[in-house]
């Protein structure tokens, strides 16, 4: 129970920490003191909804599963039974926070969602660049793209299996592609939002095509390039569990699969509710990391000037 009580805490610690690190950062945009900041965030409207809607979806689950036990959700475990088997240091299932196994899922499936990103960021984007800046190229490649991009992950699973060496490739490549599509589309559509007469005022002042790559293109279009990333790296996680259910031994979507077929249905749950907060803080992560990179753009949109490049 105290080996409990100390990961809970330490959980909380963690959370309460990065909560803490963002009140203090919008303080200082806001130019008011942290205590302000924290009881403006915690009495502010748009935080009691956010609290009342965890509160109503965890109400309505233990309702329907374990009060009212309605037929159709009688083989689901309740919210108490989930989080009891989740922090239990002997957990009836084989999964919780003090078994290693659960560490070994995890580990294994970050590092594949992001290999997957790492590897559609470094391709999609030069790609997404050179169909928005170069006609003839757009021509080439953009039917192409149009052509597979619908294509399901799982349709690839098999191919990817049979050209790719072992299990592991084969799962980062099905969850690359997602990844790769929504990053090189994103970043044409950025270049494409770019206004002309930023291409003619460059070329009139002698740029040349290196200079309105790097002094144009490629900043214009960085709005659209980091919300395609926030949305690669959900769809990167999207797409791993579909290939960690079919073709590999570790990871959370091998554990979400594994556990239905041994009638494990509270590590169903457990392994939904990981990849939600490992999702989240992944894509959290890329929007501070672009935040960071686009100041200028907010110093921009905050002094009231005109969007754009």
Request: net charge positive; hydrophobic share 55%.
């Amino acid at each position: 129970m105290m080996e409990t009580a100390l990961i809970v805490s330490l959980i909380a610690a963690v959370a309460l920490g990065l909560g803490a690190w963002q009140q203090k950062k919008k303080a200082q945009l806001y130019e008011i003191s942290w205590s302000a900041q924290v009881v403006k965030t915690v009495t502010g409207k748009s935080f009691l909804r956010t609290v009342a809607g965890f509160v109503i979806f965890l109400g309505l689950w233990h309702l329907t599963v374990s009060v009212f036990r309605l037929p159709w959700f009688n083989r689901l475990p309740g919210p108490l039974e989930v989080l009891r088997e989740w922090l239990s240091p002997n957990p009836a299932y084989g999964i919780s926070i003090y078994t290693r196994d659960y560490y070994i899922h995890i580990l294994y499936s970050t590092y594949r969602a992001t290999t997957a990103f790492v590897l559609a960021t470094v391709l999609g984007i030069p790609l997404g660049l050179l169909m928005g800046w170069n006609r003839k190229f757009y021509d080439y490649a953009l039917p192409l793209v149009e052509l597979i991009r619908p294509i399901p992950p799982l349709a690839w699973v098999p191919l990817a299996i049979l050209v790719l060496p072992g299990n592991e490739p084969a799962v980062i490549f099905v969850t690359f592609l997602v990844a790769f599509f929504v990053t090189s589309l994103n970043t044409l559509l950025g270049v494409e939002s770019i206004d002309d007469n930023y291409f003619r005022a460059a070329r009139c002042l002698g740029a040349s095509n290196r200079e309105i790559l790097f002094d144009v293109v490629i900043p214009g279009a960085l709005p659209f390039i980091f919300t395609g990333l926030q949305i690669s790296m959900g769809a990167a996680w999207f797409s791993l569990v579909a290939g960690e259910m079919i073709a590999a031994q570790y990871g959370l979507g091998f554990l979400i699969w594994d556990s239905y077929s041994v009638i494990a249905y509270p590590v169903i749950i457990i392994g939904m509710v990981t990849l939600g907060i490992i999702g989240w803080a992944s894509s959290a992560g890329v929007r501070m990391v672009g935040r960071k990179l686009m100041a200028w753009r907010q110093s921009e949109l905050s002094g009231g000037g005109q969007a754009g490049i």
